[in-house]
C-alpha cells in the first residue's frame, strides 16, 4: 500500500505546483462546489496511476486542484463506494494520496435518507458522529505505522471546533444546519421501512452508503475531519415514500449552494 501511495504522490506532484492544505470528498450531486474553485489543474481519474474509477451517476470522476477561500486544495469530484465492488482499502486510497500531498483537513460532502422525525428533505446536517454498518473496516489487515497507528481513537472523528464553527457561519446567514448522527450501510439498495426504524432505534440521524471509511483512514493519519450530509429522502414512518437515485440527486444539487457557502466560510477561517 505505502509503495502504490507513493508512486501515486510522485505522479500528481509531477503535475501540480503548490502543495494542497485541504482535501475535499464531494457526494452524490454535489460537484458543483467545484465552481467556486480557482482551478489550476484537473486529472481525470483514469489517468491516475493506482486510482480507482467512478461507476456512479452524480460523480464526475477527476482530481481537482486549485484554491478556494484562500487555501490550497485537492477535491474529488467523485467519491468510491463499497457497493461498486471495491474493497475498503480502495475506497481510502486517495485519501491516504491526499495526506501524503500534504492536506491536514478532509471536508467531506453526501446525500443521505433522514431518519431523524425532526428532519425535512434539504436538510443539511453537519455530521458529528457514526455508525458503522458496512460490516468492514479499512484498517483491516496488516499495518504500515508510516501511515498510521494500529488502533486510532474515534472518540471525536469529527472535529468539534470545525463543527462549532459551521453553526456559527450558519447562524450568521440565515440558514438552518442540522446536527446529527451518521449510520453508513453498504448499499446498493435504499432501506426498508424496518431498517429505517433500525436505524433510528440504535441512535442515528441519517443514513448512507459513504462517508465513514474515508473518516476512519484520515484519523488513523491524524487528519482533521469535518463532514455534511444533504437530507434528500425521509426514512420516517408516515414520510417514506418510493425514490430513485435521479430523486437523490435534485435534492442534494437544490441546497448544494447553502452547503457551499458553509465549508468555503469554514476553510477560509
Known amino acids: ?82 457497493y461498486e465492488g471495491y474493497t475498503m482499502q480502495e475506497i481510502t486510497f ?16 453526501n446525500a443521505s435518507g433522514g431518519v431523524n422525525p425532526d428532519f425535512e428533505v434539504g436538510d443539511i446536517m453537519v455530521i458529528n458522529d457514526h455508525i458503522n454498518l458496512m460490516k468492514d473496516n479499512p484498517l483491516i489487515g496488516k499495518n504500515e505505522e508510516e501511515i498510521g497507528t494500529r488502533f486510532p481513537d474515534m472518540g471525536h472523528a469529527y472535529d468539534p471546533q470545525l463543527i462549532e464553527k459551521a453553526m456559527g457561519i450558519a447562524r450568521k446567514h440565515g440558514i438552518k444546519l442540522q446536527q446529527g448522527v451518521y449510520a453508513a450501510v453498504s448499499g446498493p439498495t435504499y432501506e426498508t421501512p424496518a431498517e429505517y ?10 443514513v448512507g452508503m459513504s462517508t465513514i471509511p474515508e473518516v476512519i483512514a484520515a484519523r488513523h493519519m491524524g487528519l482533521k475531519c469535518f463532514a455534511v450530509s444533504i437530507i434528500s429522502d425521509l426514512g420516517v414512518p408516515g414520510k417514506i415514500v418510493e425514490i430513485t437515485h435521479k430523486h437523490v440527486i435534485d435534492a442534494a444539487s437544490a441546497v448544494e449552494p447553502l452547503m457551499t457557502q458553509i465549508i468555503k466560510e469554514m476553510i477560509a477561517g
Do not use: C, W
Open 1 to 82: 500500500m505505502l509503495k502504490k501511495i507513493k508512486e501515486t504522490v510522485e505522479y500528481l506532484e509531477s503535475k501540480i505546483t503548490t502543495k494542497p492544505e485541504v482535501g475535499i470528498i464531494l457526494g452524490t450531486g454535489l460537484g458543483g462546489l467545484v465552481n467556486e474553485i480557482e482551478i489550476r489543474h484537473t486529472l481525470p481519474y483514469e489517468f491516475i496511476p493506482n486510482f480507482p474509477v467512478s461507476t456512479v451517476d452524480g460523480h464526475n470522476g477527476q482530481l481537482i486542484f486549485g484554491t478556494m477561500g484562500g487555501k490550497n486544495i485537492v477535491a474529488m469530484q467523485g467519491r468510491f463506494h463499497y
Open 94 to 109: 486517495p485519501v491516504m494520496v491526499m495526506k501524503f500531498l500534504g492536506i491536514e483537513l478532509l471536508v467531506l460532502s
Open 197 to 206: 426504524r433500525y436505524i433510528r432505534t440504535i441512535g442515528a440521524d441519517a
